[in-house]
């Protein structure tokens, strides 16, 4: 037999005998566990698994606001209690401000028309400020749509600036020069075929 060969060997006995070493081990914990009448943290029918003291952490109770880090790589979570009801996202309103650069169109989510039957809400999900601004709106009147279209670009005047890459969930209100009168409103971003 070769000395490579001896040496895979000698190897491979040694990581079967540590297996059965190790199953043995565990076979006699949960003989023992049995026989004295108690069973296992987080066996079946036991008490739950705790961490042990400086192997991890335990969940946050719910309702809490967990902030992991600290600076602009910090995050910030919110453990919801089971009954909780879903949280109420109140979206930042914006105007437009012309004179950015790159500008192009920007789907939004949802149109909403207000009691007065003039006024839109025009609800959109875009990034962070310098980066995402709002330039303007187009507004354009059809037999059976008026169509609205957002403009958005990035501040030239914030010079080179990385943003963080998130969603911003935002609003702009739009003043219709006309009354709906039963026409659709359309996302101008999305083409003609897609209602808003």
Not at 7 to 35: M, P
Not at 80 to 103: L, N
Not at 104 to 110: C, I, K, L, N, T
Not at 166 to 181: A, C
Request: glycine share 12%; hydrophobic share 40%; net charge negative.
């Amino acid at each position: 037999m070769s000395k490579t060969a001896m040496i895979s060997l000698v190897l491979t006995v040694s990581v079967i005998v540590g297996a059965v070493a190790a199953t043995s081990a565990a076979g006699s914990d949960a003989v023992t566990q049995e026989s004295s009448g108690r069973s296992a943290p987080g066996a079946v029918g036991g008490e739950p698994a705790q961490p042990s003291p400086g192997t991890g952490t335990a969940a946050p109770p719910c309702g809490t606001t967990v902030t992991n880090g600290t600076g602009p790589d910090a995050s910030v979570g919110f453990t919801p209690c089971p009954d909780d009801e879903a949280p109420v996202i109140h979206p930042r309103v914006v105007e437009p401000t012309p004179g950015m650069a790159d500008v192009h169109a920007r789907p939004f989510d949802m149109a909403i028309v207000r009691d007065d039957g003039h006024t839109v809400n025009v609800d959109f999900t875009s990034g962070v400020e310098p980066c995402a601004v709002l330039d303007h709106v187009d507004v354009s009147y059809g037999a059976d749509a008026v169509t609205i279209t957002l403009f958005e670009g990035h501040d030239p005047s914030a010079g080179e600036v990385a943003c963080i890459a998130i969603g911003v969930f935002k609003r702009t209100i739009v003043t219709l020069d006309q009354p709906l009168d039963g026409r659709m409103i359309v996302d101008g971003a999305m083409g003609a075929d897609r209602p808003a």
